[in-house]
């Protein structure tokens, strides 16, 4: 008697410790999956409400980012309003940045030469190839950091797997960071165009 309830009790522990198991996630699925899907779809868009450190200046930026898997793309100035519609160029990987018409004096983030307005590049150079240090929930979504060397970008990713938010950290202080939103993959861009066309 004893010992068919020493394993009754057994094994409704092991069935408990299994169900348990079954619910578990790991963390590093969502930015893989998400790695996954920016590779296949070439490239994304969004909108950033950005903050970037430049010097002793601290910038409040829009900017609308259309960029490949790779950081190469266009990133357009929506706000402020006294040089928006100003339209950088991002080649190599964000490392090359070319104006089409006026040039933005926002000088480059701390300890980097990099230019706020490349900044978004390395994001998606960062989400597509660099390292993931760490994955894990916080109380606002999946952070995921990753390095990027010199630089540590942290992301924080919604329920569904979609960028919300990201900090740019360069020799461990913070000198960009943005909230992500209209994220889009660029299948769905290019669907949309299509759809204007045929009106």
Known sequence: MRRRFALAVLMTTLCLLCA???????????????????LAEQGCSFVLEARAQSGDRLWALGLDCRLDETGDGAVT??????????TALLRDGSRSL????????????????????????????????AWIAS????????LV???ADPLQIRTWFDPAGLPLRAEIF??????????????????????????????
Not at 20 to 38: I, S, V
């Open 170 to 199: 360069s020799e461990g202080s913070l000198c960009f960071s943005g909230e992500i939103r209209n994220f889009a993959w660029k299948s769905e861009r290019t669907n949309e165009a299509v759809e204007e066309n045929l009106g």
């Open 98 to 129: 070319r104006y089409e018409e006026l040039c933005l004096g926002l000088g480059t983030l701390p300890g980097t030469e990099l230019a706020p307005a490349a900044a978004p590049g390395q994001l998606v150079r960062a989400w597509s190839e």
């Open 145 to 147: 950091c990753y390095e």
């Open 20 to 38: 348990c198991g079954g619910k578990e996630t790991d963390p590093l699925r969502a930015p893989m999956d998400f790695r996954t899907r920016l």
């Open 135 to 142: 994955a894990g929930a916080d109380e606002t979504g999946l």
């Open 77 to 86: 100035v929506l706000a402020p309003e006294s040089i928006a519609g100003i």
